[in-house]
């Protein structure tokens, strides 16, 4: 199983972006997906969580402008950012809990995407 995050990149305060990622593989379901980010020096935090039902979670700071999707017959998240201001600055890393096919059986675990950096200019 892969996830391949694409879409970030540099974008003026006040401005959009939109990212996705992709969870390939031998999947037979995705459960939660989500999108967390790391600023330098920082620890990595939650941005947005959305659940196979579609609940979504989102992080005090970003809540209002961002907003988490997901085309469960892709296995793709989406994170809509609106509105974004320079503390958005950050790389940005996608998460899902993904079952799949081994040889034998099914199994479950957690991946992470490769990473996208987000920048915003003031």
């Known amino acids: 199983v892969q996830l391949q995050a694409s879409g970030g990149g540099l974008v003026q305060s006040g401005g959009s972006l939109r990212l996705s990622c992709a969870a390939s593989g031998r999947i037979f379901s995705t459960d939660n997906m989500g999108w967390y980010r790391q600023a330098p020096g920082k620890q990595r935090e939650l941005v947005a969580r959305?659940?196979?039902?579609?609940?979504?979670t989102y992080a005090e700071s970003v809540k209002g402008r961002f907003t988490t999707s997901r085309d469960n017959a892709k296995n793709t998240v989406y994170l809509q950012m609106n509105s974004v201001k320079p503390e958005d600055t950050a790389v940005y890393y996608c998460?899902?809990?993904?079952?799949?096919?081994?040889?034998?059986?099914?199994?479950?675990?957690?991946?992470w995407g490769q990473g996208t950096q987000v920048t915003v200019s003031s």
């Open positions: 998460n899902a809990v993904v079952t799949y096919y081994s040889d034998t059986a099914l199994i479950t675990d957690a991946y």
């Open positions: 959305i659940t196979s039902g579609g609940k979504t």
